[in-house]
């Protein structure tokens, strides 16, 4: 009997050589076998490449990863221990320009960053689907405080909701600030989206700087503590994946309505539990993310900082003028929970010259100014609700 076992051993220890020889390691990268996000999850530095997204957002790696540095003069990059500051350059660039550009032309207060990718990008040990190819940042919607927070300070630090319930923000927290740095980050071409909770959504498009820009703001589960900003496949990144475009519009009527309505929906008494997903294997990535995985370390000498050569060189963009509202977009389709008021008008990002004050809807509420609302737990936001610049013009450096 014993010598049966002793035989069937022998025969899976020359199965495995055989796999071996054939195939590589079954636990290397080649085998296919183990989890991709095990593989990038440790990858500490980025891979000495020439930058380049691979892939699509949710099945991805990254190449010549750059670091956003966890201080700037207008951001400070939070839960450091996860290691993942790290984008595609153009991201990293990007988001150190809407941290200045927010707090120079607008008067916010300065970003607190959250995830971007890990070193070489690629799916993660936890949470996120997307953010695997270095085009995706997750921006805090709680505004940086005037200190240097500690390391351990941004491990713990919980970030606030702007919703008070799925269908309403909260007015404590929201504030006007919020709509224009969202306005801003839209405002780039090289983004192509942000998402967004769609009750956030909705008060964008109640806002007095509702306009086109709405379009790249799309309604998103989960984002009322941070939105999320995705950039386009960036020049020089040929295995790069785009998403289509977003929709034409703003998105502000039906489809909001719809976010809202599948909110009502009662939950199953039962909870379904959802199918565990299957992890993402070497061979459902793009090919080049094995060269990706393999190459050596980048020096950390690639860390970005907001070099003075690169704010000259870059102008602010021009903020796109807010469109006339349309009449039915909310009168038609009367909100699902009795109606807030409207978020707070004019105060940082003032009207647009061409933004006419809108005649008060029937049935809709008194805009109370801004400054009567004083967020007493958020000092360092009380100085936003003043009348800022007209919209923030350029200024020559
Ligand atoms: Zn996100």
Redesign the pocket.
């Given at each position: 009997m014993r010598h049966r076992f002793v035989f069937l051993g022998w025969a899976i220890a020359a199965v495995f050589a055989v796999a071996v020889l054939i195939g590589g390691s079954p636990w290397s990268a080649h085998g296919a076998e183990i989890p991709a996000r095990q593989l990038f999850g440790h990858k500490a530095k980025a891979a000495a490449l020439q930058a380049g997204a691979i892939g699509s957002y949710a099945k991805g790696c990254l190449a010549g990863g750059a670091m956003l540095p966890v201080n700037g003069p207008a951001w400070q990059a939070m839960r450091l221990s996860r290691n993942r500051n790290w984008g595609h350059p153009r991201l990293v660039t990007l988001v150190q320009r809407l941290a200045r550009e927010s707090q120079e032309l607008d008067g916010w207060p300065g970003l607190l960053v959250g995830d971007l990718a890990q070193p070489r990008g690629g799916p993660m040990l936890t949470g996120?689907r997307s953010h695997q190819i270095g085009l995706?940042a997750?921006i805090w919607l709680m505004p940086m405080p005037k200190r240097t927070l500690s390391r351990a300070e941004r491990e713990k630090i919980s970030a606030i909701s702007m919703i008070k319930n799925p269908f309403s923000i909260n007015e404590k927290h929201w504030k006007p600030g919020h709509v224009t740095l969202i306005r801003r980050a839209a405002s780039y071409p090289e983004v192509a989206r942000i998402?967004i909770h769609p009750a956030i959504k909705q008060a964008l498009c109640k806002s007095d700087q509702a306009g086109s820009w709405l379009r790249k703001v799309r309604p998103w589960w989960g984002?009322h503590y941070?939105f999320?900003i995705r950039l386009k496949c960036p020049m020089g990144s040929p295995g790069c994946a785009n998403q289509d475009p977003p929709p034409s519009g703003t998105g502000c009527g039906k489809p909001l309505e719809d976010w809202f309505a599948r909110f009502r929906k009662p939950k199953p008494k039962k909870p379904v539990k959802p199918k565990p997903r299957r992890q993402l294997r070497m061979a459902d990535l793009p090919q080049a993310c094995r060269a990706v995985l393999a190459a050596a370390d980048a020096d950390t000498g690639v860390v970005l900082t907001a070099a003075p050569a690169e704010r000259s060189a870059v102008k602010p963009a021009a903020m796109p003028p807010p469109m006339p509202k349309p009449q039915t977009a909310h009168s038609a389709s009367p909100p699902p929970v009795p109606a807030k008021k409207p978020p707070v008008k004019a105060s940082v990002g003032a009207p647009l010259p061409s933004a006419k004050p809108k005649p008060v809807a029937r049935g809709a509420r008194r805009v109370a100014p801004a400054r009567t609302n004083p967020a007493p737990n958020l000092p360092w936001l009380n100085g936003l609700a003043t009348p800022g610049p007209p919209l923030p013009t350029p200024k020559p450096r």
């Open positions: 996120h995706d997750d998402f984002h941070h999320h």
